[in-house]
């Protein structure tokens, strides 16, 4: 026997779906809020504004049944996940700038070998956190992409970290390099004006200049 769905049914198992889908985006924007809270040390407070006004909506749309407030809904979710990762980006963009300046007087290329690929990770996320600035694009629609970026930060942060200990060896061994070799200039450079200033004091003594020839005078005879 085969069941007639009214369009009324069809209707609520669609916003049933739906709401599904918001509400697994809504515990994505708590569990990301809770994971930057860790990283950061502080609350993503945009974050919590923005799944502030989703549950807003949703009360809205459970006491209108109006799709577009669960629409709104959804958005909010998107942009609460978007800000939250985009906190996180830029802490983990921050401290990798600060691991840089750590060892700025390195050639890094030449310690990490998978440095060149990192500097591209590090771009891509730079250029997709000003992207919907940039292009007037909501920040919703990136929600998925920037968490990629945030958990490629986070790997590219590790790796650099474990080449920490090994760099401020090679760190120290190029100190010491550059100790001994302006030790040595400055001593060569003290020799020289030590040398000039016993010249200056003590200068040789003038040479006599040898006697004329006495001249012969004729006697008158």
């Given amino acids: 026997m085969n069941t007639v ?23 994505q924007a708590e569990e990301k809020i809770k994971l930057i809270e860790h990283l950061n ?22 006491n209108s049944g109006s799709p577009e407030e669960l629409k709104k809904a959804e958005n909010h979710c998107k942009r609460a996940i978007y800000d939250a990762v985009e906190a996180g980006v830029t802490h983990q963009l921050e401290m990798i700038c600060s691991f840089q300046k750590d060892f700025r007087m390195l050639v890094l290329s030449e310690h990490i070998p998978s440095y060149c690929e990192l500097q591209k990770q590090l771009r891509a996320a730079r250029d997709l956190m000003v992207k919907p600035k940039r292009d007037g694009i909501d920040r919703a629609d990136y929600y998925s992409e920037c ?31 550059t100790i001994i070799t302006w030790g040595g200039l400055l001593l060569t450079i003290i020799g020289v004006v030590f040398g000039a200033l016993s010249y200056i004091k003590n ?3 003038p040479q006599s200049l040898p006697s004329p020839p006495a001249l012969g005078i004729p006697t008158a005879t």
């Fill in 147 to 177: 968490t990629v970026h945030l958990e490629a930060l986070r790997d590219c942060f590790e790796t650099l970290e474990s080449y920490r200990e090994d760099l401020i060896k090679v760190l120290r061994r190029q100190n010491r390099q």
């Fill in 41 to 62: 040390q502080q609350l993503p407070i945009p974050s919590i504004n923005e799944l502030r006004y989703a549950g807003y909506h949703l009360v809205q749309f459970i």
């Fill in 203 to 205: 200068p040789a003594p």
């Fill in 5 to 27: 769905v009214t369009f009324e049914e069809r209707a609520v198992g669609l916003w049933l779906q739906q709401a599904s889908e918001v509400a697994n985006l809504y515990s």
